[in-house]
């Protein structure tokens, strides 16, 4: 590799200090910068291309099962939010307060909205009459914001972006079938699209969303052996319809409570991209979302013909990808570090000796492989590799969590498999909340979830030896 | 027409109400809906796709001139908003104010975005360093926040959603050169996408935006007369370069102060879609950014073959159209209402005699207009008729607007041409700030613009009588 030194040096190695090198990722390679704005981050045009990306790809997704998209004000009145008595309790501490509007003080303040069910509910009030009005799948994508104390890019902010489906449905049956549903895409999403393994639960009952009845989520294991809680799907009963009174006429024209969801992803999944699959080389990106999937980067560009050939690969690639052809005068070194500090999957050098023979080097930024290809076909070998990318990034990140998540019977065992490293630590719970805490303070490893795929490792609990009623996967989180 | 009568009355007639009819519109077509949350409006499914599809038109051209997406958080300390005067002076008094996060009081207070040039500097004169740094050309959509006593649904609400572009510029001309080429693009977006014709212009002085050396705009004139700004493009010069210190090494090795643009466009457009193009039917859209362009409405759909039939146009159109097959077992006579309401470009009818004749009813939404077609080549023909629903809209409300609009020489003129109703005054100007306002006083409408295209409609100020620097287009206004 050619790398240029300089450049390479400015990212602290994840060994040394993954939280450091986290950081120097998002701001070397121009995903975020910091304001005046305490808590908030710029999203840089680079991180924004990302987010844009997975954007389309969801709301797609989101679409072709018949969700509609809406906007809610940003705006919730104090009363409002206090509404429902759990939702109330577990957002207020952490919510911005608008007390004046220009010079005059508000008679009611409002909070920016940290999520949107009330929001939702009070509309659907209106427009909920009778079962034909059944089901609505709404979704909203927007900015949130809670107030926390620690903040980092991407994972923890004051402000940050995310989409906030809310559903409401005739039964109970249909509305537990969207919850899961909605939880399989943004696993599927997961899994195809950022090639990120996820493992798919139920949180436990301390850890459920303010006032839902269920909370699926998946679980990523980052890089350094903590977890990332990636996305999350409700199920509220009708819980939240009763409290704002929200009914419709069956067919049987009696008056029902309607059954509700919410589910949401935000851009924590930039944080969870880069901390699944960078290295210290900087981000490396999966195909899928990739601002740039393939820079072509001419070698010995001032020979005859060089550009002229690079200006044609790049007419001919454009067609099927994002490309981005490097013709400026950096050096092809300095341009390699550079786009591998961008995590752009493929990279393609042609010079002069390529061209008569007809080839070009593709350099997969996952592996930092090359290989010598024909230009005959190149956007099928293009398209081949990015497959085999998305393929090759995935396996890498799932034997990763192979390799750290450990089956374990007793807290002894747990904390013996922590001491090669954090992870994923399967192990059997008897449902008490007791011992989900008690599990922690003797590990210092949480609930993530209870897994929806179960195995059987022991019959009695990790923490009191009574019956277990699940098999929960334990780890420290972001 | 077979039309309900019962839906149809629920809407005020515009000759008796215009104000009436127009919020009749935004409830009865299912654009927007009303919370608790005062001044701000829920927009539902319906008009949100309306502005999806603007929004994929607008980035589309903006990405195509170079410009990149980025996100600013929403929040602006004090101080910062105070860093270039005249700006401040503009939006203090229109922001919303948070003072709390959770439970603490914060240190200095943050007022939420009402538009975003001091975030955008602040992050300039990090990031731009060289000539090489230029242009940066940025934009963001996002929603925005003013705090208006008197509010309307998309043409003045305290929240509204819109995009605004912040470019920086090496040179003067360059700066001034983006401003009309994005005044350009928001003039072509409202002529051929939106069939909406508009006067480009320079606003006067006392009509710049806060912080400005320049603000151009468009205004379009609605069918009551009034005139709506429906974009904006500002030219900085390098005031806020210099109240933010943002400078760039140039060529020559010199520091500099770089030139800078600002443009946007709102929700507000499609207050102007419906106030331009509707009618006593309810809403009438423009084929570019309707959800559905095309419905198919099956008649006597009993009937062995017709829903077989109107399911093969679908699956036909659906491939190059957005297109909707009603096929709920509402009457005919109440879905043509209905989708009249709703504003879709091109109804399409068919039942068993249409069918034995190998034909449809095509009915254009804006003129109420049948034609029997062949199903032969229905997509060419609903391409061609979709074609001919932009360009007859384009003229009925330029035809609108040429009606309304009247040269005057003298205050009196005004005053009697206005007689007739409101529209567009073009009048002689001296350029004094007095005579804009006596102008006003005396006859109730003020300036809207320089318009890019002048015309001499007499040598002497309208108001003074002394020499005219300018034409002006004077209206009363949303």
């Not at 704002?244 to 935000?266: H, M, R, V």
């Not at 061209?355 to 080097?361: L, W």
Request: charged share 25%; aromatic share 10%.
């Amino acid at each position: 590799m050619a790398n240029d030194k300089k450049m390479v040096e400015q990212i602290t190695s994840m060994d040394v200090d993954f939280a450091q090198w986290y950081t120097d990722i998002c701001k070397k390679a121009d995903l975020i910068d910091y304001s005046s704005v305490k808590g908030c981050m710029i999203i840089r045009p680079y991180g924004y291309a990302i987010w844009e990306n997975i954007q389309n790809i969801l709301d797609t997704r989101f679409k072709e099962l018949g969700h509609e998209n809406v906007y809610m004000p940003m705006f919730i009145p104090e009363s409002l939010l206090q509404r429902e008595k759990d939702h109330v309790a577990g957002f207020a501490p952490e919510v911005a307060w608008v007390t004046h509007g220009g010079s005059e003080k508000l008679t009611e303040r409002l909070c920016v909205r940290p999520t949107s069910e009330t929001l939702f509910c009070e509309h659907y009030a209106n427009i909920i009459r009778s079962y034909r009005d059944l089901p609505k799948l709404y979704n909203q994508w927007c900015s949130v914001v809670r107030w926390e104390k620690t903040t980092r890019p991407f994972l923890r902010s004051r402000e940050f972006l995310w989409q906030e489906g809310h559903t409401m449905h005739a039964t109970k049956q249909e509305a537990v079938d969207e919850t899961v549903q909605m939880l399989n895409v943004y696993a599927d999403f997961h899994e195809k699209d950022l090639a990120i393994p996820v493992i798919k639960g139920r949180k436990t009952p301390s850890d459920k969303f303010a006032g839902a009845e269920d909370t699926y989520a998946i679980e990523a294991l980052m890089h350094d052996g903590k977890s990332l809680q990636a996305a999350t799907s409700h199920f509220f009963g009708d819980g939240f319809a009763r409290a704002f009174d929200i009914t419709y006429q069956t067919k049987e024209n009696t008056l029902a409570y309607p059954f509700q969801t919410s589910w949401g992803c935000t851009t924590r999944m930039i944080g969870g991209i880069i901390m699944t699959h960078g290295d210290n080389n900087g981000l490396v990106l999966p195909p899928a979302v990739a601002p740039i999937q393939v820079v072509i980067i001419p070698v010995a560009a001032h020979k005859p013909g060089v550009i002229e050939k690079a200006t044609e690969l790049y007419d001919e690639l454009k067609k099927s990808f994002r490309v981005k052809l490097d013709d400026s005068d950096n050096s092809p070194g300095w341009k390699y570090a550079e786009y591998e500090m961008k995590g752009v999957p493929l990279r393609i050098e042609i010079g002069p000796r390529d061209i008569e023979n007809g080839q070009c080097v593709v350099v997969t930024r996952h592996n930092l492989e090359k290989a010598v290809v024909s230009l005959e076909n190149l956007t099928e070998t293009v398209s081949a590799k990015l497959t085999e990318v998305r393929d090759g990034m995935f396996e890498k990140a799932l034997a990763n969590r192979e390799r750290r998540t450990y089956s374990c019977k007793t807290i002894d065992e747990i904390n013996e498999a922590l001491k090669a490293g954090d992870g994923f630590v399967k192990a059997m719970w008897c449902g008490e909340e007791e011992c989900e805490d008690s599990v922690k303070e003797q590990t210092g490893i949480g609930s993530r979830c209870i897994p929806l795929e179960q195995e059987q490792i022991e019959d009695v609990c990790v923490c009191c030896g009574k019956r277990a009623k699940h098999m929960v996967v334990w780890a420290r989180a972001y």
